[in-house]
């Protein structure tokens, strides 16, 4: 009975282990953040983008609309990706599309902006990536969703067809 | 008494270098234990993505802040959740994880106690 019993142990454990990571290989191991949650927004200070004055992020997201805030850059391959449909979402009166520039230079950002236009009402700096940060950001281009001083969507990587329609179902 | 005097004055400037390397310290101990999500597998310390870079001037604002070691690893939690911390918490997700190798380690100490000790008395 002992002699039996000690194999069927042995083959119980070989087949859970085996089991475990024959399920473990087929799970991704890419962590991204969860962006399904509703969260307060940041408090911080910055400066406006191509000027030396400051602004207090509770004097821009005050009124009671959708804001879109949307972290891009100049040398961000898949901001370009992103744009048309940005500038398309900026043609809607009940949203404001917010910039933040992100470690970028100065004189390139300028020039992105003329070449593409701007959809943004207002653009922000992010000299050192910290403000980025603040929102739970960790890359170009995210986009942050806020309607009354929450977090209500966050996307995280290029907008696409898919995720502007979805923008626009929730602003409607 | 003239001695005294370069005394307190080298004493001093020892004091100020051993409190910036203990500050850099705890800078650099938190940036290891905090996970680079751009380059998986890499510390904030190790990594030289924009977020980490990023990340690492952040800790050293918010220690300058005056908040602790604990503090920021809340604050970064709540940011980006557990992952960012190569040392998990204690929680019921985690409880496997931490009590597993006490388990084995009395199970497998039972049974050599058991084989080996009891069969020799």
Redesign the interface.
């Known amino acids: 009975m002992r002699i039996k019993f000690i194999p069927l142990f042995f083959l119980i454990i070989f087949l859970a282990i085996f089991f475990v990571f024959y399920k473990g290989l087929q799970i991704s191991n890419i962590y991204t953040p969860k962006d399904n949650y509703e969260k307060n927004i940041p408090s911080f200070n910055t400066k406006i983008f191509g000027t030396d004055n400051k602004i207090n992020s509770e004097k821009i997201f005050k009124d009671e609309k959708y804001y879109l805030l949307n972290i891009w850059a100049s040398w961000c391959v898949p901001c370009r990706d992103e744009h048309p449909f940005l500038i398309n979402l900026s043609t809607y009166k009940n949203i404001e599309i917010i910039g933040l520039n992100y470690k970028d230079d100065n004189y390139n950002a300028q020039k992105f902006l003329k070449e593409f236009n701007s959809p943004y009402e207002l653009i922000l700096f992010d000299v050192d990536g910290t403000i980025a940060i603040e929102w739970g950001a960790y890359g170009v281009p995210e986009s942050f969703l806020i309607y009354n001083n929450k977090i209500i969507k966050k996307i995280i990587g290029p907008l696409d067809k898919n995720s502007l329609d979805e923008i626009k179902r929730i602003i409607k | 008494m003239r001695y005294h005097k370069y005394f307190i004055i080298i004493l001093f400037i020892f004091n100020f270098s051993l409190s910036y390397a203990q500050e850099k310290d705890l800078n650099n101990k938190i940036t290891k234990n905090l996970r680079c999500?751009?380059c998986?597998g890499q510390s904030v310390y190790d990594s030289d993505s924009?977020?980490a870079?990023?990340?690492k001037?952040?800790v050293k604002?918010k220690l300058n802040d005056g908040l602790n070691e604990k503090q920021i690893y809340d604050y970064l939690k709540n940011?980006?959740?557990n992952?960012i911390l190569y040392d998990p918490v204690f929680d019921k997700n985690t409880y496997f994880l931490w009590l597993l190798p006490i388990l084995m380690f009395i199970v497998v100490g039972a049974i050599i106690f058991r084989i080996f000790i009891l069969k020799k008395n």
């Open positions: 999500l751009i998986q924009e977020f870079n990023s990340l001037i952040l604002k940011k980006y959740g992952w």
